[in-house]
């Protein structure tokens, strides 16, 4: 069965610093990929997903994530984080073959002044 | 705007009641997916329909039923609520069926039982 750990419910960062949210994921399979990103009060929206192409996957608002299968991470970066960035942050897997998605418990990214 | 609907957008209701949950998925989408949003739970997948027909299945309830009709529309149906129903619900669309597939995610229903 496939799962993902994010590991850290809360992080928090200063603005202008490097932003790190950890995912990794467990399947028999090579998984599909995502990063997904949730506003306040919002649904969710795809950040980036890596399927099978390049490892390194760069996503909307200055995110990329590195797929590296021999550490079955998935880990998200961005070099300087924004006010806008504080959200929560969900990493996601699902089997090319499957239609499910299933998401982490959720990373919230704080941003200190 | 991810052009997924959702309404109504908060429902309060009472133990042992019933109610329907409506998604309109993006023009175009054929797969319409449930899930259900809780502070213990986290995001949990409950179900999925393409073009009409139940596509997978992940942790629903007995007590809960879906469809998706003719026009593509979906409804989730929550029977005998229970207080720890309460949660937000989403629903997504992607244009097909996959794993890679973009899940485009509705702005939720706040459910509360009391």
């Known amino acids: 069965a496939q799962s993902v750990t994010q590991l850290g419910s809360h992080v928090s960062v200063s603005e202008g610093a490097l932003v790190l949210l950890r995912c990794n994921y467990s399947s028999s399979v090579p998984p599909y990929l995502f990063w997904y990103v949730q506003y306040p009060n919002q649904g969710l929206q795809l950040l980036l997903k890596y399927t099978s192409a390049a490892t390194l996957v760069k996503g909307i608002n200055g995110f990329e994530a590195e797929f590296k299968k021999s550490e079955t991470s998935f880990h998200l970066t961005k070099p300087s984080a924004h006010m806008s960035d504080a959200a929560e942050y969900f990493c996601?897997?699902?089997?090319?073959?499957?239609?499910?998605?299933?998401f982490g418990k959720g990373t919230r990214l704080h941003i200190l002044p | 705007d991810s052009g997924v609907t959702q309404t109504p957008k908060h429902l309060i209701t009472a133990t042992g009641q019933r109610v329907t949950l409506r998604c309109s998925p993006r023009s175009g989408d054929l797969s319409v997916y449930w899930y259900q949003q809780s502070l213990d739970q986290g995001l949990q997948f409950l179900i999925q329909y393409y073009n009409g027909e139940e596509r997978a299945k992940g942790n629903i309830l007995e007590r809960f039923s879906a469809q998706q009709f003719p026009d593509l529309h979906s409804e989730l149906n929550l029977s005998s609520l229970e207080l720890g129903d309460s949660a937000l619900y989403f629903c997504?669309?992607?244009?097909?069926?996959?794993?890679?597939?973009?899940?485009?995610f509705g702005p939720g229903t706040r459910l509360t039982v009391l």
């Open positions: 996601a897997v699902s089997d090319p073959k499957d239609d499910k998605i299933i």
């Open positions: 997504a669309s992607s244009a097909g069926t996959g794993g890679h597939n973009e899940q485009f």
